[in-house]
């Protein structure tokens, strides 16, 4: 049986880095989180790195999670260097309702700090959770 050209360039491709590469070439490494929703509603989450300021940031929050799903949020440092690099040792992540956000607008969600929840998240909370962070 002959292959297709292609499928034996990746296959040796594939079974050469297997072995020997850390990353595939060119793709810049990430170490993700995730952020879980154990709720039965569609949520949508914002993470702050400026604790112990709890305000909401004027950026808009990440897109939706479904109910019993994950979304990852990626940093190009490790964890560890990550926190040091903030301003404090923990990360703020907000929740949000979908619902509110549209029935009041960003600027009201701010203004009257209309979240569902807030998790302070420490480097030991990560790493004791598997890099899991659940709603609610």
Same mark, same amino acid.
């Given at each position: 049986m002959k !292959?297709?050209?292609?499928? &034996?360039?990746? %296959?040796? !491709?594939?079974? &050469? =880095?297997? $072995? %020997? =590469? /850390?990353?595939?070439?060119?793709? *810049? #490494? #990430?170490? *993700? !989180?995730?952020?879980?929703?154990?709720s039965s509603s569609l949520i949508f989450y914002q993470i702050s790195k400026i604790y112990p300021d709890t305000s909401i940031q004027d950026s808009l929050v990440k897109g939706g999670i479904l109910p019993s799903k994950q979304q990852s949020y990626e940093s190009r440092k490790t964890w560890p260097k990550f926190f040091e690099s903030l301003p404090a040792d923990t990360l703020s992540i907000f929740f949000f309702s979908p619902d509110t956000i549209y029935k009041y607008g960003w600027k009201q969600v701010q203004s009257k700090y209309l979240v569902l929840r807030r998790k302070d998240i420490s480097?030991?909370?990560? /790493?004791? $959770?598997?890099?899991? #962070?659940?709603y609610p």
């Open positions: !292959l297709h050209p292609l499928i &034996s360039i990746v %296959s040796i !491709l594939a079974s &050469s =880095c297997s $072995n %020997s =590469c /850390e990353k595939p070439i060119g793709l *810049p #490494v #990430v170490y *993700p !989180l995730r952020v879980q929703n154990n480097l030991k909370d990560l /790493e004791t $959770n598997n890099y899991i #962070v659940t």
